[in-house]
């Protein structure tokens, strides 16, 4: 079994910072591609940023000046530092993972099960 388990959700005044992270345990060969999503209410669940095992990274737009992603590959986890944060980046955040749990089998995708960020004076 595997599991992704978030933490370092909250709420946080408008211009405050948050770090989540997320960490990979179980049955593990080796992580691939982590990455953070996110769902508003009523809204489409939508990348926020993703990095590979190499260190490249990518990101959502109307973020991309303002968090950074990071990981821990000794540890299998990823890490998400908000800054400047807005109330439209209030949303249930989630982690997300390529995994390989056996050396010979293909990577299976993991979801965290989401962690609450509120931005709200």
């Known amino acids: 079994q595997v599991q992704l388990v978030e933490s370092g959700g909250g709420l946080v005044q408008p211009g405050g910072s948050l770090r989540l992270s997320c960490a990979a345990s179980g049955s593990i060969f080796s992580v691939n591609d982590m990455g953070w999503y996110r769902q508003a209410p009523g809204k489409e669940r939508e990348l926020v940023a993703q990095i590979t095992n190499g260190g490249q990274t990518k990101y959502l737009d109307s973020v991309k000046v303002r968090f950074t992603i990071s990981r821990d590959n000794a540890k299998n986890t990823v890490y998400l530092q908000m800054t400047s944060l807005k109330p439209e980046d209030t949303a249930v955040y989630y982690c997300?993972?390529?995994?390989?749990?056996?050396?010979?089998?293909?990577?299976?995708?993991?979801w965290g099960q989401g962690t609450q960020v509120t931005v709200s004076s």
């Open positions: 997300n993972a390529d995994i390989k749990r056996i050396h010979y089998l293909p990577p299976k995708n993991y």
